[in-house]
């Protein structure tokens, strides 16, 4: 079947794949499913028999994004950046995953670029499928939607996303990076640890500087910003429904909060 307006967007994490269709112009323009996993097989086994089975993956379309939320990632300033360095930039940082497929996004707007790695099996299936497939990393969406959130008010800003059963902390100065890593985190109190350490690290300000909250489970969010209220001033949970309001998904709390701003932010 071909869908000339439609779009497909693959979401790939550490033991999980989820697929999001978006059809311009309808009612419900989104369709949005999480893949049942078999955990006694590999992901790329799972992969392999979602592109056979999953009427999803079946059909043709017009543009096919691949978003990889992996803590599988550097940074590298866009002035100091090669094409033909990545797999050096990402051997450097993760020398035990050379077996993985390097790729890579510029953000221009934040000016640097993002190094990261996916399961050669994985990135091969996927081609194989979607020839014309781009490529995606997580984190690229993130630092492009929170650089741009930052720029609303003042002083510096803390953004952590809970997610996967690890978290990602963002930091800005007005748009400018100051801090971005993924850590392993399932308990609330591992996250308050790690983001009262970073908090510390980079200097922020307990009354002047801001905390935003964001999760794919309401309930952690909401405990974790109950805990690190009495030791900042300003901590809130994102509203993703404001977020994306004016947006195509409108605030969509079944899509993760990584895909809604790949589908917003125009890659």
Known sequence: MNNNNKSLSIRVCSNGL??????????????YKVADINHTISLAANLKQALLNEPMLQQSYQRVNVLIASPSFTTVPVAAFQKEDIESFY??????????????????????AIVFGLERSIYQLLLDDFPRAR???????????????????????????????????????????????TFAAKAVADMQYYILHVWKE????????????????????AELEEKLKYFLQHVDIIDRSEDFKDRLTKGNCLIPYDLQTLLVCGF
């Open 18 to 31: 989820s697929f999001c269709t978006y059809a311009p112009g309808q009612e419900e323009p989104f369709e």
């Open 91 to 112: 051997n450097l940082v993760f020398p035990k995953e050379k077996s993985k497929h390097v790729s890579y996004n510029v953000l221009r707007r934040s000016g640097i």
């Open 135 to 181: 490529f995606y990393a997580a984190a690229s969406t993130l630092i492009e939607f929170f650089g741009e959130k930052s720029l609303i008010g003042n002083g510096k800003k803390m953004y952590a996303y809970l997610h996967d059963k690890e978290m990602t902390i963002y930091a800005f100065e007005q748009g400018r990076m100051l801090f971005v890593n």
């Open 202 to 221: 980079l200097g922020l300000d307990q009354i002047d500087d801001s905390l935003f909250i964001v999760g794919d489970q309401q309930q952690p969010a």
